[in-house]
Every structure is written in C-alpha cells, then in structure tokens.
C-alpha cells in the first residue's frame, strides 16, 4: 500500500528516495510475470536512480548463467557494456565476479573497487582492460534467491566520480530490490510452470474428455447392441457370479422383476430367480455349476448349453446358454459374460415333430397293421370265393344227381316190398337226408367277394326281426337250454336280408344247442351292441358250453371242419355262417377257451342310410295285393317282400292297417275304394298295374304300365318309401 | 305276359307233363314217379339238344317242368318262348339255384312256379298239382 503524505513527511529525504526506488521497482516488476521483458526494463529504472551499471545474471548454482541484463547510459561505455554482454558474462565455468556470489550465496559489497578486486575477478587481460576502462568505482553483487535456492546474481556498479558510493544502507536497499526481483523471478517462474502445467493439464483434460465420449459413445453402442440383439446378455463382475446383470431380454428370459439388480440364482441382493428351478438333460442344476459361474469362477467357456427353466406356475422356458470367462491382468477369472438365446419355441416345434412323427409312425403301423389285415382278409375272402365257387358248383350237381335218388326211393317206398328192403330203404333215405343237407349247404358257400350281395340292399331291424324269429330260434335248441336276448332298441338297420341273417343265426345257435345238452344252466344268449364307429353292428352269440380249445377256434369256419359225430354234422354250419355274413359286407369271429364257453361275434354293417336315419326304426310296413293274374301278383309279392313289405293277398284286408295297395285294372275293386283307401292314411299308397294312367286324380295313386317291369316296378316302390317313411313304433321286443 | 289265357284241362283226365331238362337221370327218375300218379300223365322229356319247341308244339303239355341250368339254353327266354306259342302250357322252373332274382325273371317272363331240385317229392308233385289248380307256387328254398 502507498504511503500517505504525512506518512512521507515524517520519513528522511534518503529514505523517501529508497522507498520510492523500491515501490518503483516492485511496480514495475508487478507488472507482468514475463521476467524477460520486466527485467530489461528494470535497467533504466536502478541507472540512474541508484546505480550507473546494473546487471542481473541468472542461473543455478554449477550450473550455465544467462545474462538477462546489462544496462549503463554513459555513451562512453557502449563498447565496453557490448563486449561484456557477449564477451565476458558469466557462464558458469570462467572467473566472473558473480561466481563467487554464486558460489557463496551472500551478498558482496565492495565500496570502493581496486585493481586487485578487478584482477581477481577478470577472467583475462581483455576482460581486465574492459574493465579498467570502465572505471567501476564501488560495487554490489547480491545473491537472488528463491525458496533457499540460487537463481543468480544482480550486480549494480558505481562509475561516475559525483555518486556516492554503495554503503551499507545501500546494500539493505540493494538486497530489498534484490528479493523482490527473485521474488518476481520465482513467481514468474512459477507462474510459467504454472501455467504450463494448466496447459498439460488442460490438454490432458481435453484428451481425456475426448476418450469419455469415445467411452460414452462405444458405451451407448454397446447398451443399444445388448437392447437390441434377440438375445439375453449377461455380465458377471465377480468369480462368485454374486452379482451378474443383464438386458431387457435376459431380464424377460429369466422374469426377473423390472427393479432386479441381479440375475444371478446364487447373489443376495435382490435376485428374483428363486422363483425357478433350473434342469439340464432333466436333472436340477446346483447354482454353481451353470455356465456363467463356470467361466466366471473355473475359466470354462461354455458353448450352447441347453437349459430348462420351470418356473412356480408350471409354466418352461428352454434357453442356449454360452458363457466366456473375463481374465484379469494375470490371466485369472474375474468375471464372465454370457449369452441365453430362448429356444422355447424350437424346443416346442421339436416336440411337436417328434410328436408328431410318432403319431405318423403309429399311424403307418396302424395303416400296414390294417393293409395286412385287409390284404389277409381279402385272400381270405378270394380263398372262400373259390370255395365258394367250387361248392356251390359241387352242391348244384350233387342236388342234381339226389334228385333222381329221392324220386326213385319215393317210387320204391310206394311198392310193398319184402323184408330186409324197407329197412334197407329207410337208411338209404337217411344218407340221402345228410346227402341233402350237404348238398344245401355247400351252395350256400357261394360268395364272390368282387359281387355284390343282392341282399345287399335289403334292410333288416334287428329288434323287429329277432321279435319274428326268437320262437324258430328257441324251438332249435334242446329243451333246459335257455335262450335269452339283449336287443337294443335304438340299433340302426343292418344292410342284411332277415332271411339271410336267421339261417346264419341259427347255425350257431342250433350248435350251441348241440353242445349244452344235458348241462345243467346250460343257456344261450342273443345280445348286439354298436361299435363306436356306428358303421357296424356286433352280434353276439354266447353259450356257456364246453368251449373250444385253440385247434376248434382257429379251424371252426372252414368247411368241413366239425367237432361233432360226422353222421349228424355237415361241417358247413359255421362255413355257412361266415359266406352269409361276409357275403353281406361284414366279419366273423369267434372268442372261446377250453372249459369258457364261446361267444360267436358276427360284424354287420349298417345300412347306407345315413347314421341318423339308419338310427331310426323302420316303420312296419304292410302291403296289400290284389292283383288278379297270380303269376303278377307272386312277382308283385316277391319284389315287395324284397323290399321290406309284409304281404297280404285277397280283397277283404283293403280297410286294415296297410300301407301299400298293389291293384289292376281287372280287379273289381273301384275308384272309391281307392280313393277311401288313400284318404285314411297320410302314408297310403295305390298302385294300379298294367295301366298308362290312373282312373282317378291322387297324388297318391300311381300307375305302373307293365306289371312284368320288375325294375319299374322297384323304382315305384322307391319313390313311395321316400316319400311315405315316417318315424315308427319302436316297441319293445324282449 | 298273357292274362287272358284260361286253364282248359276241364276236359282231360290227367294233366299231361313234359319234363325239359339235360341230365336224363333227372328225367327218367321224374317219368317213373310222376307215372305212378293217376292225375298226372308223362307227355315226355325233352334235352337241350332238342328243338324244344317244335317237339313242345307237337306234345301239346299241359304243364312244362323246365330246368334253369342248361348248357346253351336260356331258360328264361325259353320261357317267354312257351308262354308266346303254346298260351296252355303251364311253365314250373327248375333249379337248383336259388336266387332271388331267378324267381322274379322267372315270374316276369311268365312261368308259373319257380321250385327247387332238393323239394321232396311229395312236395314235388303237390306244387305241381297247384299249379293245374291255378296257382303260382314258390319252393321254400327259392323266395
């Protein structure tokens, strides 16, 4: 701070010069931290105020000096102040006046100069004669020192003869100025140090700003790769795995919740896995043996282990995991990082193949199981065909030639012959009976597989035709064989003529019958059921009898095979069965064991109605026929008990319950009474044979021209069922 | 087929037969027992080899035993034949078969019975009896 003027006043006129040197000095010096320019400018400042030479000298102690000033104003001296500033300054190493303060680091006053004091300081005669010519008069070499260190030495000399020379109170002032030039020294120095160390700093900062956004940017790939990859990443920091994080998607994979810090099964803060198991090749995994903790804490790189997530709610999840150990500087685990692709979806189409493919499999077996059976079943049907062919061929021929015996017999039985004949003629009419009987059953062998049953189209209802035949059935077996029936009520009509079914029917029961006499609770049952296809009807034959050991059943449908006395069987009854039941499109077979009874199976398809309708009953038909030429009215008779109908002849039966009238022209019946016939019922029908037209207008009375048209007349009759069936009774027949 | 043919044998003592069939022991057997009843007289047999009808024309038969099973004779054609040129004969097919379908062709071309070579001969002669009474008869085993 500036003194004040009565401050100055006080002070002695001396004092006021040094103190205004000295503020001076430390102004100028203040004024910037660049000692190479406020240094020079201190010349002008100490000569001529305090000195007629001035000179700073820096360096280090030992070490080279620099000469930052030289400053003097005498004219005179110009040579002599140029030589000594490129000359004779002080380098370090050659006698110098500023050496030895360097060396000592104290000041040196030297009040007045002598020719010794130059001898001893000049480092040859030139410089010598330099300085003699120069004249310095007294000297002060004062010692700059910063923080105890040399940092050179400022020299001021005394040369014009009308100033005082240097005293002590010159050499106080002199050492202030001196401190405060190294002080400036120091500053600047460090300052410039300072500020270099700023610059380094700073372009250490901008280097390193530099890398950060690099980082952050590499950082923001890396975060936005991981978001994005359709993979879950995980990171673990620790060979413990304590703590591994993960993206978005292995947060989903593993259903971990939004605030999870961790995925890792094993870590404490905050994992959210234990709400999961996890199984490899179906057996749990411990916590420590996963890939990620493998590699992070073994050094085991795992490549697309498969992994089975099962979670609380039954629910899996199927991941490829792959993990690779992070290494530290000495190459030991620190950490891992790993990869979960969800393979659910591949998992579930996987399954689904296999799944699938064993379906396929069990299909193809099934499909070749059924191929085979059908293939077998088929050269069973060709084989039985031939059979067939070659017994119906056999029995038409055989018939043939019994004819004539049974008539000769019958003649012969007419004649009163002497004995033994007439005994011999009874045995002889025995044999031709089982002759007969042979001869019947081998034609009714004829099947052709590749034809068409007749029958094929005629209908039987189970219930209704058992209803018919269960008397003729019971009266087949012997008396104490009881003969019972399951018929259910609701069974679709079999595509079976009755006629055809009840001599198959028979056949097995008449062998039951053969085989129960004289057991005691010895019955047969009659049962038929539907199977789940609804395309066939099983019925059931069952005795409880002897049974049949494995030779009988496998051999029992063949011709000519019997366990019965050859004199009472043909050995065609269940041969016949079989022709009959495959001959209408169905199957054979036969359940039986020694001691176990047998149940005879015969599959018989349904009509070709469809199910819902074959579901139905057929309604009982009658018809009524009063066609007058008799040849017509058997044809008219036959076609229609083909096609289902019960058949009533003559002319009182017209107001009974029938459903179909078959009339002609010659019948003496009139309009009226056809057109009464009609009204009574919504399902009556007329037919006048043998006429172009009807006499009268009914849609309900039709005309069919040619009575010999037995395909006319057919599509007649089908035109009139399917516009006259209704729902019928279904009643109960047991 | 014919509806206004009428039965004429009023005036004869025994129906008259012929027997149309290619075994001869199935015609002989059949001439010796229907010559053993008084109301059926044998007109004769005829073979497949023969000219039916001609012959048929000249023995004028009130009734026509036909079999169905000849070689190279179609007996339902035969039996339209009969039915077209002799309108008094009386046609009963016979057969060993038995179809269904051979009843209705056999009806539909005008013969009078359709009956089975395995009927017994009682069965025989009385369903040919039927017929002479008018009747059209069906064996058992054949409808």
Same mark, same amino acid.
């Given at each position: 701070?500036?003194?004040?003027?009565?401050?100055?006043?006080?002070?002695?006129?001396?004092?006021?010069?040094?103190?205004?040197?000295?503020?001076?000095?430390?102004?100028?010096?203040? =004024?910037?931290?660049?000692?190479?320019?406020?240094?020079?400018?201190?010349?002008?400042?100490?000569?001529?105020?305090?000195?007629?030479?001035?000179?700073?000298?820096?360096?280090?102690?030992?070490? %080279?000096?620099?000469?930052?000033?030289?400053?003097?104003?005498?004219?005179?001296?110009?040579?002599?102040?140029?030589?000594?500033?490129?000359?004779? !300054?002080?380098?370090?190493?050659?006698?110098?006046?500023?050496?030895?303060?360097?060396?000592?680091?104290?000041?040196?006053?030297?009040?007045?100069?002598?020719?010794?004091?130059?001898?001893?300081?000049?480092?040859?005669?030139?410089?010598?004669?330099?300085?003699?010519?120069?004249?310095?008069?007294?000297?002060?070499?004062? %010692?700059?020192?910063?923080?105890?260190?040399?940092?050179?030495?400022?020299?001021?000399?005394?040369?014009?003869?009308?100033?005082?020379?240097?005293?002590?109170?010159?050499?106080?002032?002199?050492?202030?100025?001196?401190?405060?030039?190294?002080?400036? @020294?120091?500053?600047?120095?460090?300052?410039?140090?300072?500020?270099?160390?700023?610059?380094?700093?700073? #372009?250490?900062?901008?280097?390193?700003?530099?890398?950060?956004?690099?980082?952050?940017?590499?950082?923001?790939?890396?975060?936005?790769?991981?978001?994005?990859?359709?993979? +879950?990443?995980?990171?673990?920091?620790?060979?413990?795995?304590?703590?591994?994080?993960? =993206?978005?998607?292995?947060?989903?994979?593993?259903? !971990?919740?939004?605030?999870?810090?961790?995925?890792?099964?094993?870590?404490?803060?905050?994992?959210?896995?234990?709400?999961?198991?996890?199984?490899?090749?179906?057996? @749990?995994?411990?916590?420590?043996?996963?890939?990620?903790?493998?590699? !992070?804490?073994?050094?085991? !790189?795992?490549?697309?282990?498969?992994?089975?997530?099962?979670?609380?709610?039954?629910?899996?999840?199927?991941?490829?995991?792959?993990?690779?150990?992070?290494?530290?500087?000495?190459?030991?685990?620190?950490?891992?990082?790993?990869?979960?692709?969800?393979?659910?979806?591949?998992?579930?189409?996987?399954?689904?193949?296999?799944?699938?493919?064993?379906?396929?499999?069990?299909?193809?077996?099934?499909?070749?199981?059924?191929? @085979?059976?059908?293939?077998?079943?088929?050269?069973?049907?060709?084989?039985?065909?031939?059979?067939?062919?070659?017994?119906?061929?056999?029995?038409?021929?055989?018939?043939?030639?019994?004819?004539?015996?049974?008539?000769?017999?019958?003649?012969?039985?007419?004649?009163?012959?002497?004995?033994?004949?007439?005994?011999?003629?009874?045995?002889?009419?025995?044999?031709?009976?089982?002759?007969?009987?042979?001869?019947?059953?081998?034609?009714?062998?004829?099947?052709?597989?590749?034809?068409?049953?007749?029958?094929?189209?005629?209908?039987?209802?189970?219930?209704?035709?058992?209803?018919?035949?269960? =008397?003729?059935?019971?009266?087949?077996?012997?008396? +104490?064989?009881?003969?019972?029936?399951?018929?259910?009520?609701?069974?679709?009509?079999?595509?079976?003529?009755?006629?055809?079914?009840?001599?198959? #029917?028979? =056949?097995?029961?008449?062998?039951?019958?053969?085989?129960?006499?004289?057991?005691?609770?010895?019955?047969?049952?009659?049962?038929?059921?539907?199977?789940?296809?609804?395309?066939?009807?099983?019925?059931?034959?069952?005795?409880?009898?002897?049974?049949?050991?494995?030779?009988?059943?496998?051999?029992?449908?063949?011709?000519?095979?019997?366990? *019965?006395?050859?004199?009472?069987?043909?050995?065609?009854?269940?041969?016949?069965?079989?022709?009959?039941?495959?001959?209408?499109?169905?199957?054979?077979?036969?359940?039986?064991?020694?001691?176990?009874?047998?149940?005879?199976?015969?599959?018989?398809?349904?009509?070709?109605?469809?199910?819902?309708?074959?579901?139905?009953?057929?309604?009982?038909?009658?018809?009524? #026929?009063?066609?007058?030429?008799?040849?017509?009215?058997?044809?008219?008779?036959?076609?229609?008990?083909?096609?289902?109908?019960?058949? *009533?002849?003559?002319?009182?039966?017209?107001?009974?319950?029938?459903?179909?009238?078959?009339?002609?022209?010659?019948?003496?019946?009139?309009?009226?009474?056809?057109?009464?016939?009609?009204?009574?019922?919504?399902?009556?029908?007329?037919?006048?044979?043998?006429?172009?037209?009807?006499?009268?207008?009914? %849609?309900?009375?039709?005309?069919?021209?040619?009575?010999?048209?037995?395909?006319?007349?057919?599509?007649?009759?089908?035109?009139?069922?399917?516009?006259?069936?209704?729902?019928?009774?279904?009643?109960?027949?047991? | 087929?014919?509806?206004?043919?009428?039965?004429?044998?009023?005036?004869?003592?025994?129906?008259?037969?012929?027997?149309?069939?290619?075994?001869?022991?199935?015609?002989?057997?059949?001439?010796?027992?229907?010559?053993?009843?008084?109301?059926?007289?044998?007109?004769?047999?005829?073979?497949?080899?023969?000219?039916?009808?001609?012959?048929?024309?000249?023995?004028?038969?009130?009734?026509?035993?036909?079999?169905? /099973?000849?070689?190279?004779? /179609?007996?339902?054609?035969?039996?339209?034949?009969?039915?077209?040129?002799?309108?008094?004969?009386?046609?009963?097919?016979?057969?060993?078969?038995?179809?269904?379908?051979?009843?209705?062709?056999?009806?539909?071309?005008?013969?009078?019975?359709?009956?089975?070579?395995?009927?017994?001969?009682?069965?025989?002669?009385?369903?040919?009896?039927?017929?002479?009474?008018?009747?059209?008869?069906?064996?058992?085993?054949?409808?």
């Amino acid at each position: 701070m500036p003194l004040t003027a009565s401050e100055m006043s006080r002070l002695s006129p001396r004092l006021l010069f040094f103190c205004d040197f000295l503020q001076r000095a430390g102004t100028l010096l203040s =004024n910037s931290l660049d000692y190479h320019r406020t240094l020079p400018e201190l010349g002008p400042l100490v000569v001529p105020m305090f000195a007629d030479w001035c000179a700073i000298d820096l360096g280090t102690k030992g070490g %080279p000096m620099e000469r930052v000033l030289l400053y003097q104003e005498d004219a005179r001296h110009e040579d002599a102040a140029l030589a000594l500033r490129a000359e004779f !300054a002080p380098d370090g190493v050659n006698a110098h006046p500023v050496m030895r303060v360097m060396d000592t680091g104290h000041s040196e006053l030297v009040r007045e100069i002598d020719e010794q004091w130059m001898a001893d300081r000049s480092r040859n005669e030139r410089h010598l004669s330099i300085l003699r010519d120069v004249v310095p008069r007294s000297a002060m070499l004062l %010692p700059l020192m910063a923080d105890g260190q040399m940092i050179g030495v400022l020299s001021m000399f005394v040369t014009q003869v009308d100033r005082p020379l240097f005293d002590e109170s010159d050499l106080h002032v002199g050492e202030l100025l001196a401190s405060l030039v190294a002080c400036a @020294i120091r500053n600047a120095r460090y300052t410039t140090e300072l500020q270099a160390e700023l610059h380094e700093r700073r #372009v250490l900062e901008l280097r390193l700003q530099d890398v950060i956004k690099a980082q952050d940017s590499r950082v923001e790939e890396l975060r936005t790769v991981m978001e994005t990859v359709p993979a +879950g990443v995980l990171i673990a920091s620790d060979p413990e795995c304590t703590r591994i994080i993960g =993206n978005a998607e292995a947060h989903r994979q593993w259903r !971990a919740e939004g605030n999870a810090k961790s995925l890792s099964p094993i870590g404490a803060d905050g994992s959210r896995l234990s709400h999961c198991v996890i199984r490899r090749n179906g057996q @749990i995994v411990a916590a420590d043996d996963l890939p990620m903790q493998r590699a !992070a804490k073994l050094g085991i !790189a795992t490549r697309d282990e498969e992994q089975e997530l099962v979670f609380d709610d039954g629910s899996h999840r199927w991941l490829a995991v792959s993990a690779t150990p992070l290494l530290d500087a000495e190459g030991k685990p620190r950490g891992a990082v790993g990869a979960a692709l969800d393979i659910t979806r591949t998992k579930q189409i996987e399954a689904d193949l296999l799944e699938r493919q064993e379906e396929l499999e069990d299909e193809v077996h099934e499909r070749t199981r059924a191929m @085979i059976e059908t293939h077998q079943r088929l050269r069973e049907m060709e084989r039985m065909a031939t059979i067939g062919t070659l017994s119906a061929g056999l029995g038409h021929d055989m018939g043939n030639l019994l004819l004539p015996l049974r008539l000769r017999l019958d003649s012969l039985n007419s004649m009163t012959l002497p004995d033994p004949a007439p005994s011999d003629l009874a045995a002889i009419a025995t044999v031709l009976e089982y002759l007969q009987r042979l001869a019947s059953g081998l034609r009714s062998l004829a099947v052709d597989p590749h034809k068409p049953d007749r029958s094929s189209h005629v209908e039987t209802k189970l219930r209704t035709w058992w209803a018919d035949v269960h =008397n003729l059935m019971r009266n087949a077996v012997p008396p +104490g064989v009881t003969l019972g029936a399951k018929i259910p009520a609701r069974l679709p009509v079999l595509r079976i003529s009755s006629a055809a079914l009840t001599q198959a #029917v028979m =056949n097995i029961v008449q062998n039951g019958g053969h085989a129960l006499r004289n057991r005691p609770d010895a019955r047969i049952d009659v049962r038929a059921e539907l199977v789940p296809n609804k395309s066939e009807v099983r019925l059931i034959i069952s005795d409880n009898g002897p049974g049949m050991d494995e030779q009988a059943r496998k051999h029992c449908f063949e011709p000519f095979f019997s366990t *019965k006395k050859r004199q009472i069987s043909t050995g065609l009854g269940l041969a016949v069965v079989r022709a009959i039941i495959t001959g209408a499109g169905g199957q054979v077979a036969v359940e039986s064991s020694p001691g176990e009874g047998a149940s005879f199976i015969l599959t018989i398809p349904v009509s070709r109605r469809t199910p819902e309708e074959s579901l139905q009953s057929i309604p009982s038909r009658r018809a009524l #026929v009063t066609v007058v030429d008799p040849r017509q009215r058997a044809l008219v008779a036959s076609v229609l008990k083909h096609d289902g109908y019960s058949v *009533k002849h003559g002319e009182h039966d017209v107001e009974g319950s029938c459903d179909l009238w078959v009339t002609d022209a010659a019948s003496p019946r009139s309009s009226t009474d056809l057109l009464s016939f009609v009204g009574a019922g919504s399902g009556r029908v007329a037919l006048i044979m043998n006429v172009a037209a009807t006499p009268v207008s009914h %849609p309900r009375i039709r005309a069919v021209p040619t009575a010999s048209d037995v395909n006319g007349l057919r599509a007649v009759l089908n035109s009139v069922r399917a516009g006259g069936d209704s729902n019928g009774d279904d009643a109960q027949v047991d | 087929m014919a509806t206004t043919r009428k039965w004429t044998d009023a005036s004869r003592d025994a129906a008259s037969i012929v027997c149309i069939d290619d075994n001869p022991l199935v015609k002989e057997a059949i001439a010796r027992r229907i010559a053993m009843e008084k109301d059926f007289r044998w007109a004769g047999a005829l073979g497949e080899r023969d000219e039916i009808i001609e012959r048929l024309l000249e023995l004028s038969p009130d009734l026509v035993l036909l079999d169905i /099973d000849m070689p190279g004779v /179609d007996a339902f054609a035969l039996v339209k034949t009969i039915g077209e040129r002799l309108p008094n004969a009386r046609v009963v097919m016979f057969t060993g078969y038995s179809h269904p379908e051979y009843l209705e062709q056999a009806l539909a071309n005008g013969a009078w019975g359709y009956l089975s070579k395995s009927e017994s001969p009682q069965s025989l002669l009385d369903a040919l009896r039927r017929v002479i009474r008018g009747e059209v008869v069906c064996g058992d085993d054949v409808s």
